[in-house]
């Protein structure tokens, strides 16, 4: 799915993000929309902030150049 990009002033954008201590099922979900976004903003890397989520989670793909 994906997921809409907060705008820079979100308060989600100003809030120190939690750490990840597990991978869940909801976490492994939220990787892969994260991808999907990435990839339709286009861009090639996504923090979870960027789509509303407070978690420490960062998604790149550096095969390009």
């Known amino acids: 799915m994906i997921r809409p990009i907060v705008r820079y002033g979100a308060d989600v954008l100003h809030t120190p993000a939690s750490a990840v201590t597990q991978i869940t099922p909801e976490i492994q ?30 998604v790149a793909d550096i095969s390009v150049g």
């Open 29 to 58: 979900q939220l990787v892969d929309d994260m991808v999907q976004t990435m990839y339709a903003a286009p861009g090639i890397g996504l923090a979870a902030p960027q789509v509303g989520i407070p978690l420490r989670i960062f």
